[in-house]
């Protein structure tokens, strides 16, 4: 069974940069969409970014376009996301999530089945 374990939040400010990584346990982890979403106080979970198995396929909320790139190392069992002038109201728990099934980079968290804890990202400004 894959786990997933998020790891590189931090404070940044406005403006800067940060990078998180998404660790997987488990093979089969290479062969499943894997997304990020984010959660911030009183508000839903919502999609950020997601990437197929191969990498060939990446989505990205509007908001973070741009400025936000993901990518998968599947050698290294791992997702990262790369964030490029973070807003402070991008400040919230990001979490990486296993899509169950397909190749599709779907956006609604109930296609994932997996998930990591969180990391904390928080965003001055």
């Known amino acids: 069974q894959v786990q997933l374990v998020e790891s590189g939040g931090g404070l940044v400010q406005a403006g800067g940069s940060l990078r998180l990584s998404c660790a997987a346990s488990?093979?089969?982890?290479?062969?499943?969409?894997t997304a990020w979403f984010r959660q911030a106080p009183g508000k839903e979970r919502e999609f950020v970014s997601g990437i197929n198995w191969s990498g060939g396929t990446t989505n990205y909320a509007d908001s973070v376009k741009g400025r936000f790139t993901i990518s998968r190392d599947n050698a290294q069992y791992t997702v990262y996301l790369q964030m490029n002038s973070p807003k402070p109201e991008e400040t919230a728990v990001y979490y990486c999530?296993?899509?169950?099934?397909?190749?599709?980079?779907?956006?609604?968290?109930?296609?994932?089945?997996?998930w990591g804890q969180g990391t904390q990202v928080t965003v001055s400004s």
């Open positions: 488990g093979r089969t982890f290479r062969s499943y969409t």
């Open positions: 999530a296993k899509r169950s099934s397909g190749s599709l980079v779907g956006i609604d968290p109930r296609e994932y089945d997996t």
